[in-house]
């Protein structure tokens, strides 16, 4: 033992010196970030879709939210507001289910979301948390699932569950089908496979007994540029032995394909079962029903309502206490309360309603789970309201402007397009976004110097212009001229503004077009660059048994287009189709570069070109497969105008996360941020190696990225969770080798701005919404530690040049990066004791522009860094008139502190006086003299009664006195000459109050004394004015 | 000399740690032994903490009482007043009205609360079987940067809004020296309600055998220790509602 703990000391004695052995330090996540944090900023006031809606079984105040890109949200208060519960996973959510003997720690999780538009994320397993969802595991066995549409559990046997999986969308799957565990998801066996293109969309149990199953299999398919729902592999099946064996149920459905199949059993009576059906006559669509159990079935209504887009609408749902009551999703959902022989849209909400939910004691509250968020409706249905708090918007793209602070802008899946401030006072509220398109929003950019914006809904049907100062639209699309072909156009069509001309606006289809005049009259500048297959051209016969010709589809298009901040002639174009070509004279010639991708699979998707900053060569590429059922990452670099490429990506990168955009840092080449299905990883070495970035940030389909030049921010459209920013990067340029190795380094820092601003912010009737987290206009202090400060004490102060201390500040003590903030505060003055609190004991003033130095002490160690400070240049006072008013707050704050070493001194004197009264012996008299005239003194300097609401006292001087430093301090103007006049009353009113102090201490103080010395009654114990004003 | 002292101390941690891993209660006892030991934890009947706490250029004086028993005490210092922020002798527990600067009483329900999980003191994974809690090691995570042991701790079930809920925190020790670093725990009630706050521990030093973290930092507010005084000698009517002598004082 002696022996081991000897070797032991001896390595941990050694550790320290190890690092001469020049070991490349690779720190990875949140090692190297610390607490460097994403700030989410919403919006949610047009929220996102909602996949899935669970509410618990006993409890009317839980229930919870899967959502289609933005996880699992919880709400705790009946569906007012929801909290976020599974951002250390997979954000594409496809059911959330209770364990009906445990709801309140058993939350089984499936992902990927089952309505399967063309924009879905992709799944990443099964996963259960038996804390009540703060703590999620991962269920083995689900890897390739995809999509998990259905979780069962028997309510007399937790450890027997059924799990629904739909399976890949894009390919073959065997994952697809039925599964079941008896040993609550130790061991799983699959008990109902068709093919490996027919998953289970639905899974149900009867709730009177288990052992009654019932489950859809659909057999579908999606590609980038088409979709197609049913076949002969589709069909109903029910078993009655817990999945042993499983029987078609179909009696009285027509013959021949069937696409996807919506199933509900009514909780109570299980002999009677709802399904909507897909199939090939368009008569027999919508409504049927079962009044035994699923033995035959009757066709009841195929209103549109019934049969519109049934693999983004096949929920039916019953009134757990009337099985007369049927709600069915739909563009607008659907009510029914004659058993299903008539339905009736339910009230005005967010349109695209996938899943609904009964309140569990009064079916008048309903709740709804649409494209634009949870909707609860206290009216059985006729009309609701939305949940404010859920942002979980999903942007396709975002860009910024210069403002101070800059704006946000980006369309959003089914929202429009949206900008919005990155800070706003009291928070980003919903009232600070503001609505720039209709329909399906994608790329919204910013005229480079105008107030004017551009914006698009699908396939450039409309492109807006927009006067934001005289609030005019022009819709701008470029249409097609004699001797065009058909024009081609994304459903998220490419726009780009120049760098170089602000008027200049490129858009494109098959074709580059370019507008001098911000779009009034267009130029084809380019050939078709795609590869024009014509088999990826008729989207007029997509959907399968039913047509699904939203333009959604439309393929071999352009996806991408970048000009180069270097030279307004070099413009490259990414194709959908995998083309990637380049000009460099202007559109005169186009370099089709594609084959020379290596390693990038034939008509792989090409997301996004970032034309850099660092050559004019120099490009990155990310491509992206998953239509084509290939999710992995690519990612390409580019120094030579396209001639030859290197991959960037390293198995760091999860292997399922593809890529759909890339960022440069516009400083350091080798620093980049890469935006991908899971989330957003960071590299500080061009590609080395990347880090997953988690520090708040859940792993979010981050579909793009935008670096804000003058905050260094790192902006983030994602698919699911709004629009999360990344304050001010500019550390992780600094990061090498070097830093890493060093015990403590402080990173530099421009001057700090002391903002002057000092509105208002009205937070009025917000108390449920979302509210976007600003950024911090206090200045940063970062540093980087290389170890976790755990042992012994570690300080961080301000002090001025001269090494008086300004501050001390809470110290972060991570291993990695941590960041400080400094609101440019001193400390707050000593007030004088009192009954009641004055706003001038809480007031600390700002330091004056100038050099300051960090100082952070760790053990014996002491580390400093100079900081800078600046004045607002956004000012409305004069540096001479500034220098008056941090000149008087001096002044104040001293007199204030004068005072309260006055008050202390009075009630030391009082203490020793009521010492010798209550003794009761010699002194008595004088005692008692002293102590009168004190408090009379004591009663006009400071408050002696009332409290700190309507029963406060009228003001004494201290009160008075603390009010003008207060206000002297706080405000960014100069001094007034009103405050001026109030200051020089005061001060005369402290000097007479002196003068009274003085005349007491040298006549009954100098008496009381005297008695003391006389009977031997000690001394008054007084601290220096040093010791008193020392706190801490 | 005090901070050689620590670095040894520190360096025996490592030493004594064991290489491999690790159930709950190997995690607890390394954690027990390297800040003092269970005799000495055990032995302990209370601590007065003083120390301060920073807030937007103010620096607050606090005291914190913690003994044995449960009572419990935070007085701060607010421009010469010291005022009891939160205080429980073992019944009653109460705060101060910052209107009117009157102790009021908390509803029954915080009260039952505080009273159904009493063994926190001096941690709550002292004896924490007896006390009736539950651990779990749930696996390794980062946090702060560094490699922890995540522990799951459950305490006795609390009231919330009139519904019962578990108790359940988790604390996250240093893989390289076994203590706590930080630890989670949902917040139970208001709009912030199922969201994690988090408290870190650092700046642990040495008090006549027994190691205590003299920073901590609860929801981005910290306090640093100034001195941490072991089994204070109290007159326990610190800890009682003043009730209606403190109006007729006022």
């Known amino acids: 033992m002696k022996k081991a703990l000897y070797s032991a000391l001896l390595i941990a004695f050694t550790l320290p010196f190890s690092g001469i052995a020049q070991e490349e330090i690779q720190l990875k996540g949140k090692q190297l970030f610390g607490d460097m944090k994403a700030r989410h900023i919403g919006p949610a006031l047009m929220s996102g879709r909602i996949n899935d809606l669970e509410v618990h079984p006993t409890n009317s105040r839980i229930m919870y939210a899967g959502t289609a890109g933005g996880g699992v949200w919880k709400s705790s208060d009946g569906g007012a507001t929801y909290a976020p519960i599974f951002d250390e996973h997979v954000q594409s959510i496809g059911v959330v289910s209770l364990d009906p003997t445990n709801p309140d720690q058993n939350i089984w999780v499936g992902t990927g979301e089952t309505w399967t538009r063309n924009s879905v994320s992709i799944g990443d397993g099964l996963f259960k948390s038996t804390d009540g969802g703060n703590n999620f595991k991962e269920v083995p066995g689900f890897e390739n699932s995809e999509r998990i549409t259905s979780i069962e559990i028997n309510p007399k046997n937790n450890k027997e569950i059924y799990v629904g999986v739909l399976g890949e969308l894009w390919g073959d799957n065997e994952d697809r089908g039925v599964y079941k565990t008896t040993d609550g998801g130790e061991t799983w066996k699959k008990i109902l496979y068709v093919g490996p293109s027919t998953g289970a969309s639905d899974v149900i149990m009867d709730p009177n007994n288990p052992n009654v199953l019932y489950a859809s299999m659909w057999q579908f398919r999606r590609s980038g540029w088409g979709f197609s729902s049913g076949g002969l592999n589709s069909g109903l099946y029910k078993s009655t032995n817990g999945g042993a064996t499983w029987a078609k149920i179909q009696t009285g459905f027509p013959a021949g394909k069937l696409g996807r199949i919506a199933i509900a059993v009514a909780p109570s009576d299980s002999t009677i079962l709802y399904s909507v059906l897909e199939t090939e006559d368009p008569k027999k669509n919508g409504l049927w029903k079962s009044t035994n159990a699923g033995a035959s079935w009757e066709h009841l209504n195929n209103d549109f309502g019934l049969v519109v887009r049934p693999f983004y609408f096949s929920r039916i749902v019953i009134d757990p206490k009337n099985p007369d009551i049927v709600l069915k999703g739909g563009l607008n959902g659907s009510i029914s309360r004659d058993g299903g022989k008539t339905f009736k849209s339910l009230g005005n909400m967010h349109s695209d309603i996938h899943d609904l939910a009964f309140h569990i004691n009064d079916s008048d509250v309903i709740y709804s789970g649409t494209d634009g968020g949870v909707y609860r409706s206290w009216n059985g249905g006729t009309t609701f309201e939305i949940v404010e708090n859920l942002p979980i918007s999903q942007f396709y793209h975002i860009s910024v402007d210069n403002a101070e602070p800059y704006n946000v802008y980006g369309g959003l899946q089914d929202n429009g397009s949206w900008y919005g401030p990155s800070s706003s006072p009291g928070g980003v509220n919903a009232r600070d976004w503001n609505s720039v398109g209709y329909g399906d929003g994608f790329r919204v950019l910013k005229h480079p110097t105008k107030n004017i914006v551009y914006s698009e809904m699908q396939g450039a049907e409309n492109v807006w212009r927009y006067d934001v100062d005289r609030n005019r639209t022009k819709t701008i699309q470029p249409l097609p001229e004699k001797g065009d072909a058909e024009l081609r156009f994304n459903w998220n069509a490419p726009m780009a503004v120049s760098e170089h001309q602000p008027d200049r606006f490129y858009m494109a289809s098959q074709f580059v077009h370019v507008s001098e005049d911000m779009g009034d009259t267009w130029k084809i500048i380019s050939p078709d660059l795609t590869t024009n297959d014509k088999n990826k051209q008729d989207q007029s016969s997509s959907g399968g048994l039913s047509v699904d010709n939203s333009g959604a589809e439309n393929h071999t298009t352009i996806f991408t287009i970048a000009e180069s901040p270097l030279d307004e002639k070099i413009i490259w174009v990414g194709t959908d189709d995998g083309n990637v070509q380049v000009t460099k004279n202007g559109g005169k010639s186009w370099d089709n570069v594609t084959k020379n991708l290596t390693g990038i699979p034939a008509n792989t998707w090409v997301y996004h070109i970032e034309a850099s900053v660092h050559g004019k060569g120099t490009a990155y590429a990310v491509f992206e497969g998953h239509t084509s059922g290939d999710m992995k990452p690519y990612a390409m670099k580019t120094t030579d105008y396209g001639k030859t490429w290197k991959s960037i990506i390293t198995p760091d990168i999860q292997e399922n996360a593809f890529v759909r955009n890339i960022q440069e840092d516009y400083v350091n080449e080798d620093l980049l941020f890469l935006g991908t299905e899971m989330g957003l990883y960071v590299t500080i070495n061009g590609g080395k190696n990347w880090s997953h970035f988690t520090n708040n940030m859940p792993p979010v389909a981050v579909h793009f990225i935008e670096m804000q030049k003058q905050t260094n921010d790192i902006v983030m459209g994602t698919h699911g969770r709004g629009v999360i920013i990344i304050d001010d990067i500019s550390p992780l340029r600094e990061l090498n080798q070097q830093v890493l190795a060093e015990d403590v380094h402080f990173f530099d820092s421009k001057p700090f701005v002391m903002v002057e601003d000092s509105g208002f912010a009205g937070s009025f009737g917000a108390e449920t919404q979302f509210v976007g987290q600003n950024k911090s206009t206090a200045g940063r202090i970062v540093y980087y530690l290389k170890k976790r400060h755990t042992f012994g004490k570690m300080t961080l102060e301000v002090q001025d040049m001269d090494g008086n201390v300004m501050t001390k500040l809470d110290a972060g003590k991570s291993k990695g990066i941590n960041v400080v903030n400094w609101a440019f505060n001193t400390r707050n003055p000593v007030m004088a004791a009192a009954k009641t609190f004055n706003n001038g004991g809480f007031t600390s003033p700002r330091v004056p522009e100038g050099q300051y130095k960090v100082v952070l002490k760790k053990g014996k160690n002491s580390y400093e860094k100079v900081i800078e400070t600046k004045y607002d240049a956004s000012s409305i006072t004069t540096v001479k008139e500034r220098k008056e008013q941090e000149a008087l707050t001096q002044e104040l704050f001293n007199m204030v502190e004068d005072l309260a070493y006055m008050v202390y001194e009075i009630g030391e004197m009082q203490t020793k006086a009521k010492e010798v009264i209550d003794a009761n012996g010699a002194g008595k008299a004088e005692a008692q003299n002293l102590w009168d005239t004190l408090e009379a003194l004591r009663t006009d300097l400071v408050i002696t009664t009332g409290d700190n609401y309507v029963a406060a006292a009228d003001p004494e001087l201290r009160e008075r006195m603390g009010d003008v430093y207060s206000k002297v301090a706080t405000n960014y103007d100069r001094v007034s000459g009103s405050v001026r006049k109030n200051y020089e009353l005061i001060q005369e009113d402290f000097s007479k109050e002196k003068v009274r102090y003085e005349k007491i201490k040298d006549k009954e103080g100098k008496k009381f004394m005297k008695v003391l010395e006389k009977n031997n009654l000690g001394a008054i114990e007084m601290k220096t004015k040093a010791e008193f004003l020392t706190k801490d | ?250």
Do not use: C, H, R
């Open chain 2, 1 to 250: 000399m005090k901070t050689v002292k620590t670095l040894f101390v520190a360096l025996l941690v490592l030493a004594i740690a064991p290489m491999t891993a690790q159930t709950a209660d190997e995690i607890i006892n390394n954690y027990i032994e390297n800040t003092g030991g269970a005799e000495a934890w055990n032995a302990l009947t209370g601590v007065k903490m003083s120390g301060s706490a920073n807030a937007q250029g103010m620096t607050i004086p606090v005291d914190i009482y913690n003994m044995k028993d449960g009572k419990t005490l935070v007085s701060i210092d607010l421009q010469g007043q010291t005022m009891t922020q939160v205080a429980f002798d073992g019944e009653t527990m109460w705060t101060t009205n910052f209107m009117t600067m009157l102790p009021e009483k908390s509803d029954a329900e915080t009260t039952a609360n505080m009273k159904a999980n009493l063994g926190n003191f001096p941690t709550p994974f002292l004896n924490y079987k007896e006390k009736g809690y539950a651990v779990e090691f749930l696996g390794k995570e980062t946090k702060e940067g560094v490699e922890t042991f995540k522990i799951q701790l459950t305490q006795k079930p609390i009231m919330v809004d009139g519904v019962e809920e578990p108790t359940i925190s988790y604390f996250y020790f240093d893989t390289e020296n076994y203590v706590p670093i930080m630890s989670e725990s949902a917040i139970p009630s208001g709009p912030m309600k199922g969201q994690m706050a988090s408290q870190m521990f650092s700046d642990y030093q040495e008090v006549d055998g027994l190691y205590f973290p003299f920073s901590m930092t609860m929801s981005g507010q910290g306090i640093t220790m100034k001195e941490i005084v072991l089994n204070p000698e109290l007159d326990m009517k610190l800890f009682a509602f003043p009730g209606e002598a403190a109006a007729d004082k006022k």
